[in-house]
């Protein structure tokens, strides 16, 4: 992530030439990791040809060129590229490309990519894009697409443009969710999500996965539409959970059920005596939230495995056509946050 952060700023000349980089001390500081680690980072910058190292002086920036880097670049596009936190999808990336000496890894966030002259896309061999928002980069995506470059989609997926994609099976992983907080007595039971959310494909398969759970059983389903800035949506659950209409809550991901977690506590609701909880997509948040938060775990390594795979099968098949979508397992993740009707 250090050798991918660097490469990046010196690549579109956020670090210009001349520069001095930090020194191995003060980035595996920076970084949290051992000197080893950061010595690494920098030697493989050394090895691009992107950077001079020299005793007593230190690193400094001789190039900033993608076209004098031996090795072809695949781009990784993803809104959290420097926090793992929010899903380690480089490790399964990178356990595939180390597999072979022609490819390297550059790592960049959406708005930079958004805004990358088309000629510095094109000299890479191809894209890996985490979709963050589908109406917002449509016209990017679509773009790629209509000039014939390599691209795979990450977490979400067109259902009519034929890109390949790999996704988690966010229907089961709702469905799963559902099902615990019904096993365990919950019928009052409502699916918390941002307005706009609801209109991206993996929240819509996680409540179709909840409505799907819900009607088998014969159970009324609620939707709350959720703007945790806003008071009213505190003051309605607070109420509904307070007159028992709501002893269940299954919410969009881990994010948001920490953060109403920690908003309820404040106006007094126990967690889970009162209320039990279920995110969705394991990030490591949610092992230290308290109380411990359960949840539907994504495999973000398979999901960048299988991501690498696809697009490397892309750039060396004649047929640009493929359209492929592989959708990887989840599972439940049993913790605190749920308690049995009836358990004090």
């Given at each position: 992530m250090?050798?991918?952060?660097?490469?990046?700023?010196?690549?579109t000349?956020?670090?210009?030439i001349?520069?001095?980089?930090?020194?191995?001390?003060?980035l595996?500081?920076?970084?949290?990791?051992?000197?080893i680690?950061s010595?690494?980072?920098?030697?493989?910058?050394?090895?691009?040809?992107?950077?001079t190292?020299?005793?007593?002086?230190?690193?400094?920036?001789?190039k900033n060129?993608?076209?004098?880097?031996?090795?072809?670049?695949?781009?990784?596009?993803?809104p959290?590229?420097?926090?793992?936190?929010f899903?380690?999808?480089?490790?399964?990336?990178?356990?595939?490309?180390?597999?072979?000496?022609?490819f390297?890894?550059?790592?960049?966030?959406?708005?930079?990519?958004?805004n990358?002259?088309?000629s510095?896309?094109k000299?890479?061999?191809?894209?890996?894009?985490?979709?963050?928002?589908?109406?917002?980069?449509?016209?990017?995506?679509?773009?790629?697409y209509?000039?014939?470059?390599?691209?795979?989609l990450?977490?979400?997926?067109?259902?009519?443009l034929?890109?390949?994609?790999?996704?988690?099976?966010?229907?089961?992983?709702?469905?799963?969710?559902?099902?615990e907080?019904i096993?365990?007595?919950?019928?009052?039971?409502?699916?918390?999500?941002?307005?706009?959310?609801?209109?991206?494909?993996s929240?819509?398969?996680?409540?179709f996965?909840?409505?799907?759970?819900?009607?088998k059983?014969?159970?009324?389903?609620?939707?709350?539409?959720?703007?945790?800035?806003?008071?009213?949506?505190?003051e309605?659950?607070v109420?509904n959970?307070?007159?028992?209409k709501?002893?269940?809550?299954?919410?969009?991901n881990?994010?948001?059920a920490?953060?109403?977690?920690?908003?309820l506590?404040?106006?007094?609701?126990?967690?889970?005596?009162q209320?039990?909880?279920?995110?969705f997509?394991?990030?490591?948040?949610s092992?230290?939230s308290?109380?411990?938060?359960?949840?539907?775990?994504?495999?973000?390594v398979?999901?960048?495995?299988?991501?690498?795979?696809?697009?490397?099968?892309?750039?060396?098949n004649?047929?640009?056509?493929?359209?492929?979508?592989?959708?990887?397992p989840?599972?439940?993740?049993?913790?605190?946050?749920?308690?049995?009707?009836?358990?004090?």
């Open positions: 250090i050798y991918q952060t660097l490469k990046n700023d010196i690549l000349q956020k670090i210009t001349g520069s001095k980089l930090p020194s191995e001390n003060q595996a500081q920076d970084y949290k990791v051992s000197r680690t010595k690494r980072a920098l030697t493989e910058l050394e090895n691009d040809g992107l950077v190292r020299k005793a007593g002086i230190g690193t400094i920036v001789k060129n993608i076209e004098k880097i031996t090795k072809s670049e695949i781009i990784f596009v993803i959290f590229a420097n926090n793992n936190e899903g380690d999808y480089t490790s399964g990336l990178l356990q595939i490309l180390d597999d072979t000496s022609d390297q890894l550059t790592t960049i966030n959406n708005n930079i990519f958004r990358l002259p088309l510095r896309i000299a890479a061999k191809g894209i890996i894009y985490y979709v963050e928002s589908l109406s917002l980069e449509l016209p990017i995506i679509t773009n790629l209509l000039n014939d470059i390599p691209i795979v990450l977490d979400k997926s067109f259902e009519d034929p890109i390949p994609s790999v996704t988690s099976d966010n229907f089961t992983g709702g469905y799963l969710a559902t099902n907080l096993k365990n007595g919950h019928h009052n039971i409502t699916f918390l999500t941002n307005e706009v959310n609801l209109n991206e494909a929240v819509r398969s996680r409540y996965g909840y409505l799907s759970a819900l009607k059983q014969q159970i009324t389903p609620e939707i709350l539409h959720a703007d945790l800035d806003q008071d009213k949506t505190i309605y659950l109420n959970i307070n007159n028992k709501i002893t269940g809550l299954v919410a969009e881990d994010v948001i920490i953060r109403i977690m920690n908003e506590r404040n106006h007094n609701i126990q967690i889970p005596q209320l039990s909880i279920i995110g997509d394991n990030i490591q948040a092992k230290l308290y109380p411990a938060l359960s949840t539907i775990d994504q495999n973000f398979a999901l960048g495995e299988n991501a690498a795979n696809l697009l490397l099968n892309l750039i060396n004649s047929d640009k056509s493929i359209t492929k979508r592989t959708t990887i989840v599972k439940l993740i049993e913790r605190q946050s749920i308690n049995t009707l009836g358990d004090k």
